[in-house]
């Protein structure tokens, strides 16, 4: 039996706003169910400590993967 061992890689928000090329406010309001701009597959925030949030880096490359299989949403002048 071997030993297998992964790395789990956390973002926090100023890795996922580099690594995405967004700001800040489009994280949270992709997160809002309340925004225009909500995303319900957007993946959810992990809690790390009393004000501490990240995502799993996984998930969001996964998010981005499926993202690029949707087909373009022509967008209204």
């Known amino acids: 039996m071997s030993n297998v061992i992964q790395t789990v ?7 996922l706003v580099k690594k995405l090329g967004i700001g ?3 994280v949270y309001d992709w997160l809002d169910p309340d925004s225009d701009r909500f995303d319900p597959t957007f993946p959810q925030r992990v809690k790390l400590g009393a004000k501490a949030v990240g995502w799993l880096e996984s998930e969001i490359d996964a998010w981005v993967l499926s ?3 949707q087909p373009l949403t022509p967008v209204s002048p």
């Open 24 to 26: 800040r406010s489009t």
């Open 9 to 15: 890689n956390i973002l926090r928000v100023p890795a």
């Open 67 to 69: 993202k690029t299989k």
